[in-house]
């Protein structure tokens, strides 16, 4: 072996153009060129011979690696979620034909606590509610231990409704008219689009969808060492082919992931998601940080399309009172965090408007600015 070493090193320090000026090399110097020479065209042979299940378990160690990076993350987090999402109405069905929501979602959790706090926000025009300036309609859940508490509200106009004892979430929710606002930052990614809207918890679909129920298709090598695998899925009465891109870029972390309808009667019902990763400088580990995603109705009368960013917070970064279950309102825990401070109701002076709403290309724009955001 270590002769081995010392023909690679003598190569690489004498190439052929470098050798002395003598008609004929020593064998020394054959066999080594002839040595290394078979290393090289060994490994290249290995590449080419590279089948579909040698690319597959790849794919299969870097979503079980996503599904780590989510349980260390969630463990204990704060995040803060900004965007635009668009739908695109046809003209048979009612409502006006585009419908633009400027959104915010802010979430925490910790789970030595049993702490989750989940909120959505959709940003209102001015005159809307009747106000000359545009105003926050918030959306929360908060579980703390066994206590759990909720409210619908603009601004902070109503407090929290607390569960009873005995009472079980969903009558909870049902009794006062509230909602579980409920988004998975990992799971969510490499769904349908149209699971983005929905309510209920999606924990662990990474694993149900491409570990479980998945029929593996296949796997090749492209542009960069990215890898694009197909996949067969079908969920009830849905049925879909897939694509998923993964980037060496970013530890293979999946940054495209295409959804094609095979029902024959909904070919338009298709899924198209962009996602870009972020390394977090103490976790050492990628996380989700832009997400573009564009998605059709079962029928092709409707279209949707997301444009959000992503702000994280994980494990130390957060202290220990920002986890404050008794808090009249928790979204002014996210104000010291994230410097965003959301609109505020207070007697008799009214709605008072917090932290201006920014397009994600206006956020995009001035972290790239000389002095960051």
């Known amino acids: 072996m270590n002769r081995y070493l010392s023909c690679r090193k003598m190569v690489a320090k004498n190439t ?24 090289f065209a060994s490994q290249n042979w290995a590449a080419e011979q590279e089948t579909d299940e040698d690319i597959k378990s790849i794919v299969d160690g870097a979503i079980a690696e996503l599904t780590s990076v989510r349980d260390d993350v969630l463990k204990r ?47 209102m025009d001015a005159g809307t509610t009747g106000f000359e300036y545009e105003t926050q309609y918030w959306t929360e859940y908060l579980q703390c231990g066994t206590t759990t508490k909720a409210r619908i509200s603009l601004a902070n106009m109503k407090d929290y409704k607390v569960r009873p004892e005995g009472q079980s979430i969903k009558n909870f929710l049902a009794e006062n008219r509230l909602s579980r ?92 998601t962009e996602i870009s990763w972020r390394k977090h400088a103490t976790l050492g580990k990628h996380l989700p940080y832009r997400l573009k995603a564009a998605s ?19 494990g130390k970064e957060i ?3 920002f986890f404050d279950c008794k808090a009249d309102d928790f979204r002014i825990k996210f104000t010291p965090v994230f410097d965003f401070v959301a609109d505020i109701y207070t007697r008799p002076t009214g709605v008072i408007p917090g932290t201006p709403w920014e397009t994600p290309e206006e956020i995009l724009g001035a972290e790239q600015a000389p002095n960051g955001r």
């Open 77 to 123: 987090y704060a995040l803060m979620v900004q965007g635009e999402s668009q739908t695109l109405r046809g003209g048979n069905i009612g409502g006006p034909p585009l419908k633009l929501d400027r959104i915010y979602k802010l979430q925490a959790g910790d789970k030595s606590s049993n702490f989750n706090y989940s909120s959505h926000c959709k940003v």
């Open 181 to 272: 606002a409920s988004f998975d930052p990992f799971d969510d990614l490499v769904l349908h689009v149209m699971f983005l809207k929905n309510k209920l918890a999606q924990r662990g679909w990474i694993e149900k969808v491409f570990l479980q129920e998945c029929k593996f298709v296949s796997a090749e090598r492209i542009t960069n060492g990215d890898i694009l695998s197909r996949w067969q899925w079908k969920q009830h009465s849905l049925e879909f082919e897939i694509e998923l891109t993964q980037s060496k870029a970013y530890d293979l972390m999946p940054v495209r992931v295409k959804y094609v309808s095979k029902i024959k009667n909904m070919p338009k019902l298709f899924s198209d």
């Open 296 to 314: 059709g109705g079962p029928f092709g009368n409707t279209q949707e399309y997301h444009h959000w960013i992503f702000d994280w917070r994980v």
């Open 16 to 39: 052929v153009s470098s050798f002395p000026c003598h008609p004929f090399l020593n064998a020394y110097q054959v066999a080594c060129i002839i040595l290394a020479w078979s290393c």
């Open 319 to 321: 202290d220990d009172d």
